[in-house]
Structure formats: structure tokens, C-alpha cells
């Protein structure tokens, strides 16, 4: 049995978002071909995640007694899972700042990665990683591809941790004028559910 983080960070509603259309048709699909393993949700806007205070960047040396703090338990609720699921738009070329604020969450010194004499070590190697995210313009090729922000840096820190089994799925386009919006999500969801069943 895998443990799967289904980390959705989005403001919008179920209905309104199109990330977690193409996102929550990736979960149906896995949990046919995974009925065994347990999913966790956790949604950044229902936690009520915020930027680290001062308290948070002091506890970026933990101790074993602090799993339960409110900020800490996210790192190690991270560390414990197998694989990971982000559902994401892309918003002015990066991501949203609560996902980058739990990023700064669970990156924790001796909980995700560590520091050695040859420098920082990933702890999360072995895991795997799929980013669902959704984009108004056209960002995987071309001269935009250069500016997209989001999915490079969710890929590249979670490489920093050892994650390095990482797939994109991305529905792009959908706020050109002319575009069939519909299709393209369509489109998205059909290879989610082609994913989902090896992931």
C-alpha cells in the first residue's frame, strides 16, 4: 500500500476550477487501479496556510518532540508519503504563493533534505510526483516556455528534496480567444486517466 499526498492549491471552487476537473478525474482513475492506497487531501486554502513567521524560521532545525507543532507536521506528513499529487494554475508565470508558502513549510533540515560535507541531500528519494496545473496561455513551447515559472520550480525543489520521478500534466490555453476550451480539457483528463493507472 502506497501513501498518496493530494496536495490542491487553488481559490476557486470545485466547479469553477479547471485544474481540479482534469486533477480530480486523475483521482477517480487512480483509485480504480489503486484501490489499496490511501489518499490524503489537503487543500492549502481549507488549511489556512500562511507565510512563515518568525517562529516558522526558527523551527527549521527540529526536534523529534515538535511533530505535532502546526507548522512542522506538514514537513513530516510530506516526508512520510510515497507519492505526491499537485493540482495548481499557473498565476503570473509561477505558482500561488500558499502552494510556495507550504513549500517553505516542508522544506526542513533533517525532516525532507540535509546538509553534508558535500552539500544538501535530498530525503524524499524513491518517491514520485505529478503536477496537474492549468494555464491561460501556451508555456511548454515557443518564446513563453521561457517564462513559465510554475511547474519548472515545483519540479526543481522537489528534486532538491529527491523527488525526481516527476510527470506534468497541463491543459494550456484556455484564456486565448478562438480556443476550444472544452476540448482542451478534455484532452488533459484523458491523459490523466492514463497516468493515474501507472503512477
Known amino acids: 500500500m502506497s501513501k498518496v499526498l493530494y496536495i490542491k492549491a487553488n481559490s476557486k ?3 469553477m476550477s479547471r ?17 489499496e492506497d490511501e489518499i490524503t487531501v489537503l487543500d492549502l486554502y481549507k488549511e489556512g496556510i500562511n507565510f512563515l513567521s518568525t517562529e516558522g524560521v ?3 532545525i527540529p526536534k523529534e518532540e515538535d511533530r505535532n ?6 514537513a513530516y506528513q510530506f516526508v512520510e508519503a510515497d507519492k505526491y499529487i499537485f493540482a ?6 509561477g505558482i500561488p504563493a500558499i502552494l510556495k508558502a ?8 533533517n525532516i525532507t533534505f540535509k546538509y553534508t560535507e558535500n552539500g544538501p541531500v535530498g ?14 496561455g501556451e508555456y511548454s513551447q515557443g518564446y513563453f516556455a521561457q517564462l513559465e515559472m510554475g511547474d519548472k520550480y515545483l519540479k526543481n525543489i522537489l528534486g532538491f528534496l529527491g523527488i525526481t520521478d516527476f510527470t506534468t500534466i497541463s ?7 478562438g480556443q476550444d476550451v472544452d476540448a482542451i480539457v478534455g484532452n488533459a483528463v484523458k491523459r490523466a486517466k492514463e497516468i493515474a493507472e501507472t503512477f
Not at 69 to 74: M, R, T
Not at 88 to 93: D, G, R, S, Y
Not at 123 to 136: E, H, M, Q, Y
Request: proline share 6%.
Open 19 to 35: 485544474t481540479f476537473k482534469i486533477s480530480e478525474n486523475f483521482i477517480e482513475a487512480y483509485k480504480r487501479f489503486h484501490p
Open 69 to 74: 507543532h502546526p507548522i512542522l507536521k506538514y
Open 13 to 15: 471552487p470545485e466547479d
Open 88 to 93: 495548481e494554475p499557473l498565476w503570473n508565470l
Open 58 to 60: 526558527l523551527l527549521h
Open 123 to 136: 530525503l524524499c528519494a524513491g518517491k514520485k510526483a505529478v503536477n496537474i496545473t492549468s494555464r491561460g
Open 102 to 109: 507550504y513549500i517553505d513549510y516542508i522544506c526542513i533540515t
Open 171 to 177: 491543459a494550456e490555453k484556455l484564456d486565448v480567444y
